[in-house]
C-alpha cells in the first residue's frame, strides 16, 4: 500500500462513525477501488456510505449489472453521480471497457461530481490508471473489520 491515509476498525455496531469518518478525510477523492474477500463487507460498506450522502437510488450490488449508477445532492442542490461497479464477473479487460467501465473512470477523472466506487478491482488493476485509493477490508471475525486506505498513482 502506498501513501497509508486512513486505518479503522469497525463493526457492524459502529460502522457509521467509520463511513463518516471515512468521507470526511477522503471525500476530496474521485476513485475508490475496494478490496478485500468474499463476504469482507466491500458491499454493505458502499452501501452506508452511500446512505451517508443520502442517495436518492436504491443501493445494491452490481454483481451482474457491473455497473450501477447513483445520485446524490450537495448544497446547492448540485448533482453528483457514483458509479458502483463489481468487477468480480470480469473475464477479460476488453470485457469491461465493452460495458461502460473505463469510460465512468474517465469521466470521475475528468469531471466535477463523479465518483467510482469499484469493487474487486484486482480483477482488472490495469484499469485503474491515474490516482485512486485502494481500500483493504480485512475481516477480523464474525461482526470487526479493518480497513487500511492508501494513495496510488
Do not use: Q
Not at 466506487?117 to 484486482?122: A, H, I, L, R, S
Amino acid at each position: 500500500m502506498t501513501n497509508e491515509l486512513l486505518h479503522l476498525n469497525y463493526t457492524l455496531t459502529t460502522i457509521d462513525d467509520a463511513v463518516s469518518r471515512f468521507w470526511a478525510v477522503l471525500g476530496g477523492n474521485k476513485i475508490f477501488a475496494f478490496s478485500g474477500s468474499m463476504g469482507a463487507g466491500k458491499t454493505t460498506f458502499i452501501s452506508r456510505l452511500c446512505s451517508y450522502l443520502a442517495v436518492s437510488d436504491a443501493v445494491s450490488s452490481p454483481t451482474f449489472a457491473l455497473i450501477n449508477e447513483y445520485h446524490f445532492e450537495t448544497p446547492g442542490n448540485t448533482d453528483n453521480t457514483i458509479y458502483h461497479m463489481d468487477w468480480y464477473r470480469l473475464r477479460s479487460v476488453d470485457e469491461a471497457v465493452n460495458a461502460g467501465v473505463e469510460d465512468c473512470l474517465n469521466e470521475a477523472r475528468k469531471r466535477d461530481k463523479v465518483y467510482c466506487f469499484v469493487e474487486w478491482p484486482e480483477n482488472a488493476p490495469e484499469l485503474l490508471t491515474g490516482p485512486h485509493l485502494w481500500i483493504s477490508i480485512d475481516l477480523v471475525d464474525e461482526g470487526a473489520r479493518i480497513m487500511t486506505v492508501g494513495s496510488r498513482k
